[in-house]
């Protein structure tokens, strides 16, 4: 368990000291505590939970209430923030390098078999479908 869990499990801020994590470790073992629970199913609820804050503030008192190290914040630079006035979008005028076609993996050049494949073939096994059903469904009905 980290420092970091044991805090949040007790529900005190990080640093705080030894009588408010002892204060917050108390309240929160006797809201958890398996003897207030009715039933068996609840009572096993009721003992993890109550396990679970007797660890964290067992990790608590063994490392000395650790306080955690600030940490640094970092800032954008003024000319990356963004603002209501700028726009992370390119403007109109400057060209991209790609295509938005080049992006997505589209090529244009078609070769003689994509356009057989696409223009012949296909749409032929398509007529052909429709005209094989078609003749089924007369069979069928006895034309």
């Given at each position: ?7 949040r499990t007790l529900a005190v801020e990080p640093g ?97 078999e994509q356009v057989l494949l696409w223009g012949v ?23």
């Open positions: 368990m980290t420092d970091e869990e044991a805090y705080s000291d030894a009588k408010a994590v002892q204060q917050a470790y108390r309240l929160k073992a006797l809201e958890a505590h398996p003897d207030r629970a009715g039933s068996d199913t609840e009572r096993a609820v009721f003992t993890k939970r109550f396990m679970k804050i007797r660890d964290a503030y067992a990790h608590l008192r063994d490392s000395g209430f650790p306080v955690p190290e600030p940490q640094e914040v970092v800032e954008d630079p003024p000319e990356l923030r963004r603002t209501y006035q700028r726009s992370f979008a390119k403007p109109w005028d400057e060209d991209e390098e790609f295509s938005q076609a080049e992006k997505l993996g589209f090529k244009f050049a078609w070769s003689p073939v296909i749409p032929g096994g398509a007529l052909g479908t429709v005209w094989f059903l078609r003749f089924l469904i007369r069979v069928l009905h006895g034309e």
